[in-house]
């Protein structure tokens, strides 16, 4: 009897942005962070002052989620990665408001208005 011992390997490409990120926005968080849901309301008020849909941010849990990006986790939480700008603690408005700005001027976001 002859046992055939072959694998399979399925590479399962998650979608990429216009620049070739995994995401424009990702929320990284946890079950304990207290802080992360004001993180994300603050998040979810400036994207719809833009008309952004709230599906373009990317939510994360680094205790149990890989970001598929490639890229460090952040120190602290809450975190925001906008763009190329990372922001940790609770965002403020004006500098999140500034972060998407920027995103949006960098092309980003442009086959979700």
Do not use: W
């Not at 809450?78 to 763009?83: F, G, K, N, S």
């Not at 965002?91 to 972060?99: I, K, N, Q, Y």
């Amino acid at each position: 009897m002859t046992v055939r011992t072959e694998s399979a390997h399925l590479t399962i490409e998650s979608p990429k942005t216009a620049c070739g990120r995994c995401s424009c926005i990702i929320l990284y968080s946890s079950e304990k962070c207290v802080l992360c849901d004001a993180a994300l309301e603050i998040l979810h008020s400036v994207i719809s002052d833009f008309g952004l849909p709230i599906n373009v941010i990317r939510k994360i849990d680094v205790l149990n989620d890989d970001d598929g990006c490639g890229l460090p986790l952040p120190v602290g939480l809450p975190a925001l990665r906008i763009c190329q700008e990372l922001i940790t603690g609770i965002p403020d408005m004006d500098v999140a408001r500034g972060a998407v700005m920027h995103a949006i001027l960098n092309g980003c976001f442009e086959n979700c208005q």
